[in-house]
């Protein structure tokens, strides 16, 4: 915080004195991000810039190298022998990505550059399409044309998409979600009833634990109940275990 307040100061009062005015908000917040860059690029390129001390991908290896140390620290800390040694732990955690990130070569490197795109690609583009199901289902629960009309437009945007779009993982993108449009659309019964089934049984469980803590309660109540003859106590209760016992393996559908 100390550095970062006097680069701000540094900054504000040069660009004052020299100019006489007061910089934009794009110049002035661009001339912080420039002096940090020129301050740690350096640092960064002998750290991770591998070999040829090439700086290409510089800060996806940064990132990388933060993930893996916190993964390795994180399994560090269930094995015996580094739990005792946070020093060792941090030591061993920082080493073993810092060496992997730097002498990464570049096909490697891509690939798993490639592969975290993928996956954005598909979560991003699989949120639309479940933020959509989980409102058609929600809206027209009870109205099953309703349903399909949703699910129709939903697919006529999206083969729109796909027919205008010009690059391949687009088109790509927007070709399995409408596919998958296509499926929700033809078993849609099938997924309301399987949704349907899910709710029953969720009321169900509920019911099953609101009879066991009640029988529970009774328990304890008996048990706390001296007034009570001790031979009735005791039968009492093992009806209420037995009836705890019963419910508890009764399947609920």
């Keep these: 915080m ?8 540094m900054l504000f009062v040069s660009s004052f004195v ?3 005015y007061f910089p ?11 002096t940090y860059v020129g301050v740690f690029e350096p640092i960064l390129q002998a750290l991770f810039g591998g070999f040829g001390w090439n700086g290409l991908y510089l800060f996806e290896r940064f990132l990388l190298f933060i993930l893996l140390l916190s993964l390795i620290y994180v399994i560090l800390g269930n094995v015996e022998m580094f739990k005792k040694n946070t020093f060792v732990r941090w030591i061993t955690a920082v080493i073993v990505p810092l060496i992997g990130i730097r002498f990464i ?5 891509t690939a798993v550059l490639l592969s975290y795109q993928v996956f954005a690609i598909a979560v991003t583009t699989a949120i639309p399409l479940l933020i959509f199901f989980f409102f058609v289902h929600g809206i027209g629960k009870e109205y099953p044309y309703i349903r399909k009309i949703f699910w129709v437009i939903f697919i006529g945007v999206y083969m729109g998409l796909w027919s205008t779009a010009t690059s391949d993982g687009a088109s790509s993108a927007y070709f399995w979600t409408f596919v998958a449009a296509i499926l929700f659309l033809f078993l849609d019964s099938k ?14 469980q509920y019911w099953k634990y609101d009879v066991i803590s009640r029988l529970r309660a009774d328990i304890e109540f008996l048990n706390n109940n001296g007034a009570m003859d001790p031979d009735e106590k005791r039968k009492a209760i093992e009806r209420k275990n037995k009836e705890i016992e019963r419910i508890s393996k009764m399947d609920v559908h």
């Design 105 to 109: 070569n570049f096909e490697w490197l």
């Design 191 to 204: 997924i309301e009833y399987y949704l349907f089934k899910q709710e029953q049984k969720k009321a169900g």
């Design 2 to 9: 100390l550095v970062m307040s006097s680069i701000f100061v």
């Design 24 to 34: 934009s908000a794009r110049t002035f917040t661009q001339d912080i991000i420039d």
């Design 18 to 20: 020299s100019a006489y």
